[in-house]
Protein backbone atom coordinates (compact mmCIF):
# COMPACT_ATOMS: atom_id res chain seq x y z
CA UNK A 1 0.00 0.00 0.00
CA UNK A 2 2.82 2.48 0.67
CA UNK A 3 3.75 2.22 -3.10
CA UNK A 4 0.72 3.53 -4.01
CA UNK A 5 -1.15 7.08 -3.85
CA UNK A 6 -1.36 9.99 -1.73
CA UNK A 7 -3.41 12.84 -1.28
CA UNK A 8 -0.57 14.84 -3.10
CA UNK A 9 0.65 12.21 -5.89
CA UNK A 10 -1.54 10.04 -7.96
CA UNK A 11 -0.96 6.11 -8.33
CA UNK A 12 2.24 5.53 -10.14
CA UNK A 13 3.62 8.87 -9.67
CA UNK A 14 5.93 7.71 -6.81
CA UNK A 15 7.71 5.25 -9.46
CA UNK A 16 8.01 7.15 -11.87
CA UNK A 17 9.49 9.46 -10.29
CA UNK A 18 12.34 7.69 -8.48
CA UNK A 19 12.79 5.66 -12.19
CA UNK A 20 13.17 9.35 -13.65
CA UNK A 21 16.25 10.19 -11.31
CA UNK A 22 17.93 6.99 -11.60
CA UNK A 23 17.13 5.67 -8.15
CA UNK A 24 15.46 1.94 -7.04
CA UNK A 25 13.74 1.39 -4.42
CA UNK A 26 11.85 -1.43 -2.49
CA UNK A 27 10.45 -2.75 1.22
CA UNK A 28 10.67 -5.69 3.63
CA UNK A 29 9.32 -6.25 6.84
CA UNK A 30 9.71 -9.01 9.65
CA UNK A 31 9.19 -9.89 13.17
CA UNK A 32 10.71 -6.23 15.03
CA UNK A 33 11.13 -4.00 11.73
CA UNK A 34 9.70 -2.63 8.29
CA UNK A 35 12.04 -0.73 6.36
CA UNK A 36 12.16 1.02 2.77
CA UNK A 37 14.85 1.96 1.29
CA UNK A 38 15.96 4.05 -2.34
CA UNK A 39 19.30 3.89 -3.96
CA UNK A 40 20.18 6.90 -5.80
CA UNK A 41 22.91 9.48 -7.24
CA UNK A 42 23.86 12.19 -5.14
CA UNK A 43 21.37 14.86 -6.65
CA UNK A 44 18.03 12.92 -5.62
CA UNK A 45 18.49 13.58 -2.12
CA UNK A 46 15.59 15.96 -2.14
CA UNK A 47 13.60 13.85 -4.00
CA UNK A 48 13.59 11.08 -1.49
CA UNK A 49 13.23 13.07 1.36
CA UNK A 50 10.31 14.43 -0.07
CA UNK A 51 8.45 11.34 -1.16
CA UNK A 52 9.17 9.22 2.08
CA UNK A 53 8.20 12.08 3.83
CA UNK A 54 4.53 12.48 1.78
CA UNK A 55 3.97 9.31 2.31
CA UNK A 56 4.64 8.28 5.96
CA UNK A 57 1.58 10.92 6.05
CA UNK A 58 -0.55 11.11 3.06
CA UNK A 59 -1.11 7.56 2.56
CA UNK A 60 -4.67 6.78 0.37
CA UNK A 61 -6.12 3.94 2.14
CA UNK A 62 -9.84 3.50 1.05
CA UNK A 63 -11.26 0.09 -0.26
CA UNK A 64 -10.11 -0.18 -3.48
CA UNK A 65 -6.52 -0.17 -2.91
CA UNK A 66 -6.78 -2.09 0.59
CA UNK A 67 -9.38 -5.23 -1.10
CA UNK A 68 -6.23 -5.30 -4.25
CA UNK A 69 -3.02 -5.73 -1.94
CA UNK A 70 -5.18 -8.06 0.09
CA UNK A 71 -4.94 -10.09 -2.63
CA UNK A 72 -1.49 -9.35 -3.25
CA UNK A 73 -0.37 -10.49 -0.12
CA UNK A 74 -2.87 -13.58 0.09
CA UNK A 75 -1.00 -15.26 -3.17
CA UNK A 76 2.08 -14.31 -1.96
CA UNK A 77 1.39 -16.13 1.46
CA UNK A 78 0.80 -19.24 -0.79
CA UNK A 79 3.77 -18.46 -2.71
CA UNK A 80 6.01 -18.11 0.46
CA UNK A 81 4.40 -20.73 2.91
CA UNK A 82 1.14 -23.07 1.64
CA UNK A 83 2.87 -23.97 -1.69
CA UNK A 84 6.31 -24.23 -0.47
CA UNK A 85 7.62 -27.10 2.32
CA UNK A 86 10.38 -24.87 4.30
CA UNK A 87 7.85 -22.16 4.49
CA UNK A 88 5.14 -24.43 6.07
CA UNK A 89 7.96 -25.88 8.21
CA UNK A 90 9.44 -22.92 9.82
CA UNK A 91 5.91 -21.18 10.75
CA UNK A 92 5.25 -24.44 12.12
CA UNK A 93 8.36 -24.39 13.94
CA UNK A 94 7.95 -21.00 15.32
CA UNK A 95 3.93 -22.08 16.34
CA UNK A 96 5.49 -24.74 18.19
CA UNK A 97 8.93 -23.08 19.80
CA UNK A 98 6.83 -20.03 21.36
CA UNK A 99 3.83 -20.19 23.18
CA UNK A 100 3.40 -16.96 24.56
CA UNK A 101 5.52 -14.40 22.72
CA UNK A 102 4.51 -13.42 19.28
CA UNK A 103 7.14 -14.85 17.34
CA UNK A 104 5.33 -17.53 17.45
CA UNK A 105 2.84 -15.53 15.07
CA UNK A 106 3.95 -15.01 11.37
CA UNK A 107 4.48 -11.57 10.02
CA UNK A 108 2.86 -12.40 7.04
CA UNK A 109 0.01 -12.95 9.19
CA UNK A 110 -2.24 -16.46 8.55
CA UNK A 111 -4.34 -16.22 6.02
CA UNK A 112 -7.68 -15.93 8.16
CA UNK A 113 -5.59 -12.62 8.94
CA UNK A 114 -5.23 -11.23 5.62
CA UNK A 115 -9.00 -12.25 4.55
CA UNK A 116 -10.31 -10.84 7.51
CA UNK A 117 -8.56 -7.21 7.87
CA UNK A 118 -10.47 -4.14 7.37
CA UNK A 119 -9.80 -0.59 5.33
CA UNK A 120 -9.98 0.41 9.18
CA UNK A 121 -7.75 -1.58 10.40
CA UNK A 122 -5.03 -0.18 7.98
CA UNK A 123 -5.82 3.16 9.10
CA UNK A 124 -5.52 2.74 12.20
CA UNK A 125 -2.24 0.80 11.84
CA UNK A 126 -1.22 3.53 9.41
CA UNK A 127 -2.19 6.45 12.49
CA UNK A 128 -0.38 4.60 15.34
CA UNK A 129 3.02 3.67 13.63
CA UNK A 130 3.60 5.98 10.79
CA UNK A 131 4.83 8.90 12.27
CA UNK A 132 8.63 10.37 12.74
CA UNK A 133 8.46 10.00 16.15
CA UNK A 134 8.29 5.88 15.52
CA UNK A 135 11.17 5.87 12.86
CA UNK A 136 14.45 6.28 12.09
CA UNK A 137 15.85 8.23 8.59
CA UNK A 138 19.70 6.85 7.78
CA UNK A 139 21.50 8.57 5.35
CA UNK A 140 24.41 6.93 3.58
CA UNK A 141 26.73 7.88 0.59
CA UNK A 142 28.20 10.60 -0.28
CA UNK A 143 25.61 13.96 1.09
CA UNK A 144 26.64 17.32 2.88
CA UNK A 145 25.48 16.73 6.35
CA UNK A 146 24.15 19.79 7.08
CA UNK A 147 22.53 20.03 3.92
CA UNK A 148 20.45 16.97 4.35
CA UNK A 149 19.52 17.69 8.35
CA UNK A 150 17.74 20.61 6.52
CA UNK A 151 15.92 18.24 4.31
CA UNK A 152 15.04 16.05 7.01
CA UNK A 153 13.90 19.40 9.09
CA UNK A 154 11.69 20.82 6.19
CA UNK A 155 9.77 17.76 4.68
CA UNK A 156 9.16 15.80 8.37
CA UNK A 157 9.49 18.84 11.11
CA UNK A 158 5.42 20.52 10.03
CA UNK A 159 4.10 16.53 10.36
CA UNK A 160 1.55 16.43 13.03
CA UNK A 161 3.05 14.92 16.22
CA UNK A 162 1.59 11.68 16.77
CA UNK A 163 2.40 9.97 19.98
CA UNK A 164 4.75 6.64 19.19
CA UNK A 165 3.09 3.76 20.38
CA UNK A 166 4.47 2.79 23.82
CA UNK A 167 6.71 -0.41 23.35
CA UNK A 168 4.66 -3.26 24.37
CA UNK A 169 6.61 -5.69 26.66
CA UNK A 170 5.70 -8.77 25.21
CA UNK A 171 5.08 -12.04 27.47
CA UNK A 172 8.21 -13.83 28.00
CA UNK A 173 8.85 -17.13 26.69
CA UNK A 174 9.28 -19.75 29.68
CA UNK A 175 11.99 -21.71 30.05
CA UNK A 176 11.86 -24.51 27.99
CA UNK A 177 12.00 -28.35 29.86
CA UNK A 178 12.24 -30.73 27.05
CA UNK A 179 12.13 -31.01 23.47
CA UNK A 180 9.26 -30.45 21.85
CA UNK A 181 8.37 -32.20 18.64
CA UNK A 182 5.46 -31.62 15.34
CA UNK A 183 5.58 -33.58 12.16
CA UNK A 184 4.26 -32.41 8.62
CA UNK A 185 3.63 -34.42 5.68
CA UNK A 186 4.21 -33.04 2.48
CA UNK A 187 4.99 -34.39 -1.95
CA UNK A 188 8.79 -34.48 -0.85
CA UNK A 189 11.53 -37.14 -2.96
CA UNK A 190 13.32 -36.97 0.85
CA UNK A 191 12.88 -36.42 4.60
CA UNK A 192 13.82 -33.06 6.25
CA UNK A 193 14.49 -31.91 9.82
CA UNK A 194 14.32 -28.60 11.56
CA UNK A 195 15.87 -28.48 14.37
CA UNK A 196 15.08 -24.85 16.99
CA UNK A 197 16.87 -24.14 20.04
CA UNK A 198 16.15 -21.58 22.51
CA UNK A 199 19.06 -18.67 21.83
CA UNK A 200 19.50 -15.32 22.59
CA UNK A 201 18.36 -12.13 21.64
CA UNK A 202 20.81 -10.76 18.93
CA UNK A 203 22.21 -8.00 21.78
CA UNK A 204 22.63 -10.45 23.83
CA UNK A 205 27.05 -10.68 24.70
CA UNK A 206 26.78 -14.51 24.12
CA UNK A 207 25.42 -14.11 20.65
CA UNK A 208 29.25 -13.32 19.08
CA UNK A 209 30.07 -17.07 20.22
CA UNK A 210 26.97 -18.76 19.19
CA UNK A 211 27.42 -16.88 15.40
CA UNK A 212 31.24 -18.34 15.25
CA UNK A 213 30.16 -21.88 16.71
CA UNK A 214 26.85 -21.91 14.01
CA UNK A 215 30.71 -20.82 11.40
CA UNK A 216 32.40 -23.65 12.59
CA UNK A 217 29.34 -26.42 12.65
CA UNK A 218 27.71 -25.07 9.26
CA UNK A 219 29.98 -22.65 7.61
CA UNK A 220 30.50 -24.03 3.94
CA UNK A 221 31.78 -26.98 2.71
CA UNK A 222 35.06 -27.84 5.23
CA UNK A 223 32.53 -26.80 7.96
CA UNK A 224 32.01 -30.20 10.65
CA UNK A 225 28.58 -31.12 9.90
CA UNK A 226 28.83 -30.60 6.02
CA UNK A 227 31.90 -32.87 6.38
CA UNK A 228 30.06 -35.56 8.76
CA UNK A 229 26.87 -35.58 7.40
CA UNK A 230 27.20 -35.02 3.44
CA UNK A 231 30.69 -36.28 2.47
CA UNK A 232 32.02 -39.03 5.05
CA UNK A 233 28.28 -40.66 6.05
CA UNK A 234 26.33 -38.91 3.46
CA UNK A 235 23.53 -39.14 5.55
CA UNK A 236 22.52 -35.89 3.93
CA UNK A 237 22.60 -33.52 0.97
CA UNK A 238 22.40 -30.29 2.76
CA UNK A 239 22.86 -29.13 5.96
CA UNK A 240 22.72 -25.79 7.37
CA UNK A 241 22.17 -23.57 10.72
CA UNK A 242 21.46 -19.98 11.28
CA UNK A 243 20.55 -17.65 14.41
CA UNK A 244 17.32 -15.44 14.27
CA UNK A 245 18.64 -11.54 14.79
CA UNK A 246 15.68 -10.59 17.06
CA UNK A 247 15.24 -8.07 20.01
CA UNK A 248 13.54 -10.94 21.95
CA UNK A 249 15.42 -14.61 22.80
CA UNK A 250 14.82 -16.50 19.28
CA UNK A 251 16.03 -19.76 18.17
CA UNK A 252 19.10 -21.20 16.57
CA UNK A 253 17.88 -22.92 13.50
CA UNK A 254 19.43 -25.99 12.07
CA UNK A 255 18.38 -27.89 8.74
CA UNK A 256 18.83 -31.59 7.68
CA UNK A 257 17.76 -32.40 4.07
CA UNK A 258 18.02 -36.22 4.50
CA UNK A 259 19.13 -38.20 1.15
CA UNK A 260 16.84 -40.12 -0.07
CA UNK A 261 16.83 -43.50 1.26
CA UNK A 262 18.48 -42.79 4.76
CA UNK A 263 17.01 -42.42 7.83
CA UNK A 264 16.23 -39.41 9.71
CA UNK A 265 17.45 -40.90 12.93
CA UNK A 266 20.42 -41.73 11.85
CA UNK A 267 20.89 -37.83 10.62
CA UNK A 268 19.95 -36.59 13.91
CA UNK A 269 22.05 -38.50 16.26
CA UNK A 270 25.11 -37.42 14.30
CA UNK A 271 24.36 -34.03 14.74
CA UNK A 272 23.74 -34.39 18.26
CA UNK A 273 27.09 -36.01 18.83
CA UNK A 274 29.20 -33.63 16.63
CA UNK A 275 27.20 -30.55 18.61
CA UNK A 276 28.30 -32.71 21.91
CA UNK A 277 32.13 -32.99 20.80
CA UNK A 278 31.88 -29.26 20.34
CA UNK A 279 30.22 -28.44 23.67
CA UNK A 280 33.12 -30.85 25.03
CA UNK A 281 36.50 -29.72 23.43
CA UNK A 282 35.32 -26.64 21.40
CA UNK A 283 36.25 -26.05 18.19
CA UNK A 284 40.35 -26.40 17.01
CA UNK A 285 42.61 -23.25 16.24
CA UNK A 286 41.75 -23.54 12.75
CA UNK A 287 38.19 -24.23 12.95
CA UNK A 288 38.08 -20.80 15.25
CA UNK A 289 40.58 -18.65 12.64
CA UNK A 290 38.34 -19.98 9.46
CA UNK A 291 35.04 -19.21 11.30
CA UNK A 292 36.13 -15.47 12.41
CA UNK A 293 37.69 -15.01 8.98
CA UNK A 294 34.38 -15.89 7.50
CA UNK A 295 31.91 -13.62 9.33
CA UNK A 296 34.44 -10.70 9.12
CA UNK A 297 34.70 -11.27 5.41
CA UNK A 298 30.43 -11.39 5.04
CA UNK A 299 30.58 -8.09 7.27
CA UNK A 300 32.91 -6.38 5.07
CA UNK A 301 30.93 -7.43 1.68
CA UNK A 302 27.73 -6.58 4.02
CA UNK A 303 29.41 -2.92 4.31
CA UNK A 304 30.67 -2.08 0.95
CA UNK A 305 28.10 0.10 -0.50
CA UNK A 306 26.04 2.81 0.83
CA UNK A 307 22.97 1.00 0.78
CA UNK A 308 24.85 -2.03 2.68
CA UNK A 309 25.74 0.25 5.41
CA UNK A 310 22.21 2.32 5.42
CA UNK A 311 20.39 -1.01 6.19
CA UNK A 312 23.25 -2.12 8.37
CA UNK A 313 23.13 0.98 10.57
CA UNK A 314 19.27 1.12 10.48
CA UNK A 315 18.90 -2.79 11.71
CA UNK A 316 21.49 -2.21 14.45
CA UNK A 317 19.53 0.80 15.50
CA UNK A 318 15.85 -0.87 15.56
CA UNK A 319 17.05 -4.19 17.05
CA UNK A 320 19.87 -3.07 19.13
CA UNK A 321 18.91 0.77 20.14
CA UNK A 322 22.10 1.78 18.79
CA UNK A 323 23.26 2.09 15.49
CA UNK A 324 27.03 2.93 15.68
CA UNK A 325 26.87 -1.14 17.65
CA UNK A 326 27.56 -2.22 13.95
CA UNK A 327 30.85 -1.17 13.85
CA UNK A 328 31.33 -3.19 17.38
CA UNK A 329 30.03 -6.60 15.78
CA UNK A 330 32.95 -7.47 14.12
CA UNK A 331 35.69 -6.70 17.31
CA UNK A 332 32.90 -9.04 19.72
CA UNK A 333 33.31 -11.91 16.45
CA UNK A 334 37.36 -11.25 16.96
CA UNK A 335 37.30 -11.34 20.05
CA UNK A 336 35.43 -15.25 20.35
CA UNK A 337 37.76 -17.96 22.25
CA UNK A 338 37.42 -21.28 21.93
CA UNK A 339 36.20 -21.67 25.19
CA UNK A 340 33.59 -19.10 24.80
CA UNK A 341 32.10 -21.26 21.95
CA UNK A 342 32.47 -24.26 24.15
CA UNK A 343 30.05 -22.58 26.78
CA UNK A 344 27.61 -21.04 24.67
CA UNK A 345 27.18 -24.54 22.58
CA UNK A 346 26.72 -26.69 26.02
CA UNK A 347 24.66 -23.79 27.70
CA UNK A 348 22.17 -23.78 24.31
CA UNK A 349 22.63 -26.37 21.90
CA UNK A 350 20.64 -29.06 24.50
CA UNK A 351 18.11 -31.22 23.26
CA UNK A 352 15.78 -30.37 25.74
CA UNK A 353 15.63 -26.78 24.69
CA UNK A 354 14.89 -27.35 20.99
CA UNK A 355 11.55 -27.71 18.69
CA UNK A 356 11.81 -29.92 16.11
CA UNK A 357 9.91 -30.39 12.93
CA UNK A 358 9.97 -33.41 10.89
CA UNK A 359 8.86 -33.23 7.20
CA UNK A 360 7.85 -36.95 6.41
CA UNK A 361 6.83 -37.79 2.54
CA UNK A 362 3.43 -38.06 2.11
CA UNK A 363 0.45 -35.82 1.40
CA UNK A 364 -0.43 -33.47 4.73
Request: hydrophobic share 40%.
Amino acid sequence: LMFNATRTRPLGQFDRLLEGAGAEANAATWTDWTYYYENAPRGALPLLVELEADRMSNLVLRAPQVVSEKEVVANERKLRVEDDIEGKALELLYATAFRRHPYGWPTIGWMKDIRGFTVRDCQRFYRTHYAPGNATVIVAGDFDEARALRLVRDHYGHLPKISAPVPVAHPKEPPQRAERTAQLRAPTPSEKILLGYQAPAFSDPDTPALVVANEVLFGGRSSRLHRVLCVDEELAFAVRGSLSPFVDPGLFEIWIFVHEGKRRQDALARLQEEIEKLALAGPTQPELDKAINQLELSFLHSMETAGGKAEQIGFYETVVGDGSAVFDRLDAYRDVTARDVERVVKKYLRPSRRTRVEVLRGRA
